[in-house]
């Protein structure tokens, strides 16, 4: 819930930021983004310890099932991250240009070593009840990361016309609505370019190509959190995002309006 409400606050507040001075022409990139750094401590100072005081409570609760807990939940973990980093090492030694055998050419045996071990990792977590949602959230965005380290760039190109309004909204400090419809609905855009200039990126292009990522982990989460309201147990909300992981590996997914609004 922390990491959706998070992710889910930061989109909404990085688009209306950047919306606003785009469509007003009052580009300040430096003053919204101190009020944001301080708006964002004030929240973590509340929100923080309200939840580990909730895990507290939840661990005095379930003392007595710890113990037998354990060994799954860590096995289940260590196998989710250790498949998480072996895709990681593969995508990091063989960075380079797209072929046509797609990523499992690009990156060979780590691909499929990395892939088996959280799948593995899934499986165990399934028939034991227990950390399903670490391989879930794993399975849900190491494709989109493995893609974006290998090739830093996009893998739709429809998203390189988006940076060029991107750049066009840094080059003259607002929108021109009347030019094309992506001018219209420049919220995303927008919001890229103010992150571009506060954080001296100069090439947003790695701005395209790592979004993905961001929304494939959390849109994984997403779907298990909110299923949680509807499905009883502490296993089908997790297969509910599972589903959404294993249809979100075909990564359709990119910098784009759409996507973020999924």
């Given at each position: 819930?922390?990491?959706?409400?998070?992710?889910?606050?930061?989109?909404?507040?990085?688009?209306?930021?950047?919306?606003?001075?785009?469509?007003?022409?009052?580009?300040?990139?430096?003053?919204?983004?101190?009020?944001?750094?301080?708006?964002?401590?004030?929240?973590?100072?509340?929100?923080?310890?309200?939840?580990?005081?909730?895990?507290?409570?939840?661990?005095?609760?379930?003392?007595?099932?710890?113990?037998?807990?354990?060994?799954?939940?860590?096995t289940v973990t260590a196998l989710s991250l250790g498949g998480l980093v072996v895709v990681v090492v593969a995508a990091l030694t063989h960075m380079g240009d797209p072929v046509p055998a797609g990523l499992f050419g690009s990156l060979g045996p780590g691909l499929v070593v990395g892939l088996a071990l959280v799948v593995a990792a899934a499986v165990i977590a399934l028939v034991r009840g227990r950390a399903l949602a670490v391989p879930v959230v794993v399975l849900g965005g190491v494709v989109q990361l493995a893609q974006a380290i290998t090739y830093g760039v996009p893998t739709v190109t429809a998203a390189a016309r988006h940076i060029g309004v991107v750049e066009y909204i840094r080059q003259f400090g607002g929108t021109n609505p009347s030019a094309d419809i992506f001018q219209t609905w420049s919220g995303l855009f927008a919001g890229a370019a103010w992150v571009a200039d506060v954080g001296g990126i100069v090439n947003t292009i790695l701005i395209a190509a790592w979004v993905p990522v961001l929304l494939a982990f959390s849109t994984t989460i997403a779907v298990g959190v909110l299923a949680a309201h509807w499905l009883p147990g502490a296993r089908r909300p997790w297969i509910a995002a599972l589903l959404t992981a294993m249809t979100g590996s075909l990564n359709t997914t990119y910098f784009s309006p759409q996507s973020v609004g999924i």
């Open positions: 819930r922390f990491a959706v409400l998070a992710v889910t606050g930061s989109l909404v507040g990085t688009i209306g930021i950047g919306y606003t001075m785009a469509t007003f022409h009052i580009w300040a990139p430096t003053v919204p983004f101190v009020g944001v750094v301080v708006l964002t401590a004030a929240a973590l100072a509340v929100s923080v310890p309200r939840d580990l005081a909730e895990l507290r409570r939840a661990g005095l609760v379930r003392r007595e099932t710890a113990r037998s807990r354990w060994s799954t939940t860590a």
